[in-house]
């Protein structure tokens, strides 16, 4: 199984990213806060927000362990014999010691924007778990930051780092420049 994991602020473009490597290169996209709210609709959990997602991710680190989430993915991906992952929204450290344990079949990119960009994408997706007004926006990075210790040291930390401040154009010819360097064989 060879894995690439996203980490990146809110709005840089980690699905995006990861939706073109499953559309034009089979990968299948596995991410994070998925599998947070599936285990918390499995729980009967209603009303999901980011807020709650966070502090449900974070209840369930303390008890079973930082890495849970990590693990979860590769338990999912092993179990439905996937061959090909990218997994976006790795934000702990915890999380990417796990995923480093498969060596060099992980790969860890960091996408990344200037905050105005991500901001107006984050309007434009109008997702139930974003914000419209960007003080709340600012807010919510801030949150994140706290929270994730890989939020501000992800590009720091990556193997690759993609700028998305261009056309989506340019950001799929970073993904292929990342498959090229990377020369996977599956």
């Given at each position: 199984m060879?894995?690439?994991?996203?980490?990146?602020k809110?709005?840089?473009?980690?699905?995006?990213f990861?939706?073109y490597?499953?559309?034009?290169?089979?990968?299948?996209?596995?991410?994070?806060?998925?599998?947070?709210?599936?285990?918390?609709?499995?729980?009967?959990?209603?009303?999901?927000?980011?807020?709650?997602?966070?502090?449900?991710?974070?209840?369930?680190?303390?008890k079973y362990?930082?890495?849970?989430?990590?693990?979860?993915?590769?338990?999912?991906?092993?179990?439905?014999?996937i061959?090909?992952?990218?997994?976006?929204?790795?934000?702990?450290?915890?999380?990417?010691?796990?995923?480093?344990?498969?060596?060099?079949?992980?790969?860890?990119?960091?996408?990344?924007?200037?905050?105005?960009?991500?901001?107006?994408?984050?309007?434009?997706?109008?997702?139930?778990?974003?914000?419209?007004?960007?003080?709340?926006?600012i807010?919510?990075?801030?949150r994140e930051?706290?929270?994730?210790?890989?939020?501000?040291?992800?590009?720091?930390?990556?193997?690759?780092?993609?700028?998305?401040?261009?056309?989506?154009?340019?950001?799929?010819?970073?993904?292929?420049?990342?498959?090229?360097?990377?020369?996977?064989?599956?």
């Amino acid at each position: 199984m060879k894995v690439i994991g996203l980490c990146g602020k809110l709005g840089s473009g980690k699905d995006t990213f990861a939706d073109y490597l499953v559309r034009k290169h089979g990968f299948v996209k596995i991410t994070m806060s998925d599998i947070i709210i599936k285990e918390m609709e499995s729980q009967g959990i209603k009303d999901i927000d980011r807020i709650k997602i966070q502090d449900f991710s974070r209840e369930m680190k303390e008890k079973y362990g930082k890495d849970i989430w990590a693990k979860a993915c590769i338990e999912y991906a092993r179990k439905n014999q996937i061959r090909r992952v990218v997994i976006s929204g790795i934000r702990d450290s915890a999380e990417l010691e796990f995923f480093r344990t498969l060596g060099n079949d992980f790969v860890l990119v960091c996408v990344k924007a200037d905050k105005e960009t991500r901001f107006k994408r984050v309007k434009q997706r109008k997702s139930l778990k974003d914000v419209e007004i960007f003080a709340d926006f600012i807010r919510q990075e801030l949150r994140e930051a706290k929270l994730f210790d890989l939020y501000d040291a992800c590009e720091e930390l990556a193997d690759y780092v993609v700028d998305n401040n261009q056309s989506i154009i340019e950001l799929y010819a970073r993904a292929e420049e990342l498959l090229k360097n990377l020369n996977w064989q599956i």
